[in-house]
């Protein structure tokens, strides 16, 4: 059912239930909840500049990354909302080492995985960033949730999105029917249907890569994306190049306008010999955006995204994302 632009997130979130009798309303309820931490994370990054909340946290993550006090803030903000929720189960973060267990007396049916904020080198210079979320329904029986609940592919998600602090600030998520971007009007903290039923074009109109890792890719990466920068008037290549080191916001305009994002494996980072980018809470999610939005998303030798069992909460997946027919061709280059 198309809804008409303006409509509010809430209002959505109830049509969509009230299209399934049989929904109890726990994932329109878990969206609402996630919606108001991601409100409140977006209030945090506009004034960034201003709160003392530029720069290091002084941490480091498990991924031995320097955390951002903005990174721990959108962190914390998810963590203690949806802890007591009473949706959840378990959930899982780019920022905690193990899984995050919920309140106690307040479990429920699903999990959550969430990258709370991604682009995080991109903060201190007013660059977009953003959430990514990915849910999944538990797999074990009640209580307290565990690695089982998490450990799901892809393919099994019941909604993944995600929340871009940019120019303005989106809302973009799917539950298995369609791709819908919503905008926040500041001024009345709400968020207003912008973008009804997204598909992304058939065809790339740019390729987001970091290109200053090509010596470390293996050779038919190499050769493949040397191919792509070669003139070929019929696909409209070589694309421009657009990559701003923000995923999530790299994903969105590739979304919008067409586009192929690729991060490859390479051997750069030792440690990392499955490229740089987190299955559960960066490729899943958006391998379910992008299929629904008619695109595809694959890693560098070939396998469907969707399909990849988790072994490891921070399981690193190379990834290729984006339209069709680009992913298509990357596909049979690099099987
Ligand atoms: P995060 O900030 O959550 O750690 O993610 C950063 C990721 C992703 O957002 C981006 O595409 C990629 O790192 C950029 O990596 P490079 O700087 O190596 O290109
Ligand atoms: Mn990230
Ligand atoms: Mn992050």
């Known amino acids: 059912m198309r809804r008409p632009l303006g409509v509010t997130v809430s209002r959505h979130i109830m049509d969509s239930q009230r299209l399934h009798p049989k929904a109890t309303g726990d994932l329109s309820g878990l969206l609402n909840?996630?919606?108001?931490?991601?409100?409140?994370?977006?209030?945090?990054?506009?004034?960034?500049?201003?709160?003392?909340?530029?720069?290091?946290?002084?941490?480091?993550?498990?991924?031995?990354?320097?955390?951002?006090?903005?990174?721990?803030?959108?962190?914390?903000?998810?963590?203690?909302?949806?802890?007591?929720?009473?949706?959840?189960?378990?959930?899982?973060?780019?920022?905690?080492?193990?899984?995050?267990?919920?309140?106690?007396?307040?479990?429920?049916k699903y999990t959550l995985a969430f990258d709370p904020l991604d682009g995080s080198s991109n903060i201190d210079v007013n660059v977009s960033i953003g959430t990514i979320f990915s849910v999944h329904r538990r797999v074990t029986a009640s209580g307290q949730g565990d690695k089982r609940d998490i450990l799901q592919a892809g393919r099994k998600q019941v909604a993944a999105g995600y929340i871009l602090y940019g120019s303005s600030t989106m809302l973009v998520f799917t539950t298995g029917e369609g791709v819908h971007g919503f905008t926040l009007d500041?001024?009345?903290?709400?968020?207003?249907?912008?973008?009804?039923?997204?598909?992304?074009?058939?065809?790339?109109?740019?390729?987001?890569?970091?290109?200053?890792?090509?010596?470390?890719?293996?050779?038919?990466?190499?050769?493949?994306?040397?191919?792509?920068?070669?003139?070929?008037?019929?696909?409209?290549?070589?694309?421009?190049?657009?990559?701003?080191?923000?995923?999530?916001?790299?994903?969105?305009?590739?979304?919008?306008?067409?586009?192929?994002?690729?991060?490859?494996?390479?051997?750069r980072n030792p440690d990392q010999p499955h490229g740089k980018l987190r299955l559960l809470y960066e490729a899943s999610p958006l391998a379910m955006l992008i299929e629904e939005a008619g695109g595809r998303a694959i890693t560098d030798d070939g396998r469907n995204i969707l399909d990849i069992e988790p072994e490891d909460l921070h399981q690193r997946v190379p990834l290729i994302i984006g339209s069709k027919a680009d992913v298509d061709e990357a596909e049979e280059f690099l099987s």
């Not at 955390?67 to 973060?93: H, P, W």
């Not at 890569?209 to 696909?235: H, M, S, T």
């Open 33 to 108: 909840e996630l919606i108001v931490a991601a409100k409140t994370i977006g209030a945090e990054v506009n004034m960034a500049g201003l709160a003392d909340i530029l720069g290091m946290s002084g941490k480091t993550n498990i991924q031995g990354e320097e955390v951002q006090k903005l990174d721990e803030f959108a962190n914390r903000t998810i963590i203690n909302r949806m802890a007591r929720s009473g949706y959840l189960c378990v959930m899982t973060s780019e920022e905690e080492d193990d899984i995050i267990p919920v309140q106690d007396g307040y479990t429920g």
């Open 186 to 267: 500041p001024s009345v903290g709400e968020f207003y249907l912008s973008h009804a039923d997204i598909k992304t074009p058939e065809r790339s109109k740019y390729l987001s890569i970091n290109a200053g890792n090509r010596p470390y890719w293996q050779q038919n990466v190499r050769d493949y994306f040397d191919l792509l920068g070669e003139y070929d008037p019929e696909k409209d290549r070589p694309y421009s190049t657009r990559y701003i080191g923000s995923l999530v916001a790299d994903f969105h305009r590739n979304l919008i306008t067409g586009g192929l994002f690729a991060y490859p494996r390479d051997s």
